[in-house]
């Protein structure tokens, strides 16, 4: 059985929304990841459920992405006097709110405003509940996302940096950025930190192990093998979250938001440049309901 620091809980969430951490104890309440802006009263009545009457006082972001800072604006507004810390390297856009630099707008995901009052910094620790964790960077799935780390109970918060088979997809290789070495430096820091316990952004808890580590050096050693692969399986996981999102819609419509949804043509253009990017787009959908995760009824596409 999987241990835990004393007054954590994790609450996972499935795929739209990034799992969430809930630490309380002698010295404060607090939740690392809010998960995606259509479950936020979700998100504020687990937390309530946990907490009960105590106040939450802190909210952490492991990174930017819609899936784990969507409900911000739910807690801020539930806690009046709840701080947000988040990493530095995109602060300046939360402050000025700027949803494409953040990839909200260019992924065609929402997040709605939500306002900071301090930076995880990494090289630091932040004591949440009663235990301190170590604030680690890891670049590559986000070049500015971090990972905690409790050393007494080695359990570590890796979010997208690694899962049970595998990581994140690794963005910036979809923009043009070389990010893969990003990647795999920052499994060689998870390897030395020598977790026990790793409570992941998605997917259950699970035993850290050799054999762990190797999945995901074999996944980077074929991505970086094919970029190519790796921008396919990116494309395809942008559409299913959104079919996470709406559950089914109309095809046209489906069709239509991805083609007014930039970082599709973004991804096309960079690595498949000689397709049109409406055949394109309706091969990424065929291979998503070859692979079981999405079917096509009539005029509708529907989740799996």
């Keep these: 059985?999987?241990?835990?620091?004393?007054?954590?809980?994790?609450?996972?969430?499935?795929?739209?929304?990034?799992?969430?951490?809930?630490?309380?104890?002698?010295?404060?309440?607090?939740?690392?990841?809010?998960?995606y802006c259509s479950h936020a009263e979700q998100t504020v009545n687990v937390v309530h459920g946990v907490l009960n009457d105590a106040p939450l006082d802190l909210l952490l972001n492991t990174h930017l992405h819609s899936d784990h800072c969507g409900g911000n604006f739910a807690l801020q507004a539930t806690y009046k006097n709840l701080k947000t810390l988040i990493p530095p390297g995109h602060a300046p856009y939360v402050t000025d709110?700027?949803?494409v630099v953040l990839t909200h707008t260019p992924t065609g995901q929402l997040c709605p405003r939500f306002h900071y009052q301090g930076l995880l910094i990494p090289g630091t620790e932040i004591l949440l509940g009663d235990q301190p964790w170590q604030i680690h960077?890891?670049?590559?799935?986000?070049?500015?996302?971090?990972?905690?780390?409790?050393?007494?109970?080695r359990t570590l918060i890796s979010a997208d940096a690694l899962w049970e088979n595998g990581f994140g997809v690794v963005f910036p290789e979809l923009e043009g950025q070389g990010a893969f070495a990003e990647v795999g430096e920052t499994l060689s820091l998870i390897k030395q930190l020598d977790p026990i316990t790793v409570i992941p952004g998605h997917g259950r808890l699970f035993a850290y192990s050799d054999q762990v580590l190797q999945r995901a050096q074999q996944r980077l050693a074929a991505f970086?093998?094919?970029?190519?692969?790796h921008a396919r399986h990116g494309a395809k996981?942008?559409?299913?979250f959104k079919l996470l999102e709406v559950q089914k819609q109309?095809?046209?419509?489906?069709?239509?938001?991805?083609?007014?949804?930039?970082?599709?043509?973004?991804?096309?253009?960079?690595?498949?440049?000689?397709?049109?990017?409406?055949?394109?787009?309706?091969?990424?959908?065929?291979?998503?309901?070859?692979?079981?995760?999405?079917?096509?009824d009539g005029e509708t596409i529907l989740n799996v």
Excluded: C
């Excluded at 241990?3 to 969430?20: C, D, H, K, Y």
């Excluded at 960077?137 to 500015?144: K, L, N, Y």
């Excluded at 996981?237 to 299913?240: C, D, E, G, Q």
């Excluded at 239509?256 to 973004?266: K, M, R």
């Design 1 to 35: 059985m999987l241990n835990l620091p004393t007054g954590v809980q994790v609450i996972e969430r499935g795929w739209l929304s990034a799992n969430m951490v809930i630490a309380s104890g002698r010295h404060n309440t607090a939740v690392v990841d809010s998960g």
């Design 97 to 99: 709110w700027d949803p």
């Design 137 to 153: 960077a890891a670049t590559g799935h986000d070049p500015h996302s971090v990972i905690l780390f409790e050393a007494k109970s």
């Design 224 to 229: 970086t093998e094919s970029p190519t692969k």
């Design 237 to 240: 996981v942008l559409l299913k």
């Design 250 to 296: 109309a095809y046209t419509e489906f069709k239509s938001w991805a083609l007014t949804t930039s970082y599709f043509e973004l991804v096309r253009s960079q690595f498949f440049g000689v397709a049109n990017l409406s055949d394109w787009i309706d091969q990424m959908i065929i291979e998503l309901i070859h692979s079981g995760v999405a079917k096509r």
